[in-house]
């Protein structure tokens, strides 16, 4: 990729107004001192910009150049247009990119249970479509076991993290990360105990971490993570609390999203293509940070969590249907 830098001066020129680009166009001088590329992206279908720079070099920035005519700069694009931005990227450089989903309410809906999600029959083919277009950097970053995502999914393989960050699988020779130590014997009594004492609770074991449910029962959240929080201070636990949607999860402290994002950013084909980190949760934030670090992106799917007027996808369906998109499954 061509590395096109500006000079730190700015000035603003004009407002997108249309087609809902962002709030105004910054223009800079390019360095080589050719004149900036000034015309609007959606205005005009010959400005259709060539080369994505970079994601965020300091602030929500979206550089885009035209080596021949020069450069533009999209100043703040709002979270809402980032898909459709970088859709015809991705899809004319695939080999500049990795994209890393979140699995529950990213790439499916939220269901009343963890047993319950459907899996919309298109997702597994595009996965695959997306992963052979990308040179295999396509990744799955969820809290669940990798191994629940695999019989999901099947028969899709994708690379991945599970159990966020303490299981990793890549497509190479690598084996699966040994599952680390599970939870402390006296963490998982004092657990069953208290999920036991407030009905429609429920606990799921993942060996390392422990999620207590309270979809069915929203008005125990509050007391479920007071009562937590005391436990481990009580036991003296070197885990941490991560409140999820209708979830609190029990997670040893060290590991994240973010941690599993940088180890899966080190090894190819991930390394050195720009990240796209899609996630509905507070546990995917940590991984927004590492992506946007990068100079990529983190996009963010509405929900329990993230509010509409923040969200790149307003669901579930819309992260797949822009899979689907930059899979090739359509004539975008
Ligand atoms: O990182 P993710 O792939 O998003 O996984 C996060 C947790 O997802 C699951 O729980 C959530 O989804 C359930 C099914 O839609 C829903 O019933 C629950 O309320 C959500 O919290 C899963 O059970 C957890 O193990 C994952 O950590």
Redesign the pocket.
Known sequence: MRAVRFLPRRSRIGSTGRAGLGRSIMRRTCLDGRPPWVRMRQGNRACRPTLLISGRPTGPFLDIASPSTGCMMIDAPRSRNLPDLLAPQIRLRPDDYAVYF?????L???????E??ILPPSLTPDLTRLQQRLGGAVA?????HLAD?ARMIAPAQLAGSGL?GLEFSFMSADPVTPMPEAIAPALLARAVALVASHPGVRL?Y?GP?L?V?F?QAPEAGPALLNALAHLLVELNLDHHLKE????I?VIPNGTS?ATALREIMRRQPFAGRIPIMI???R??EDAFVVAEGAGGFGLKVAGEHFRQADASFMEPAEVRAWLSRIAGGDAA
């Not at 979140?102 to 990213?106: K, Q």
């Not at 499916?108 to 963890?114: F, G, K, M, Y």
């Not at 999820?244 to 979830?247: H, I």
């Open positions: 979140d699995f529950d309410g990213t499916v809906d939220i269901a009343n249970t963890p319950e999600v799955v970053v969820t809290g669940r995502i966020h799921e993942k971490i999620a449910h979809r999820g949607r209708a979830v999860e999203k996630g509905d949760d546990a995917d």
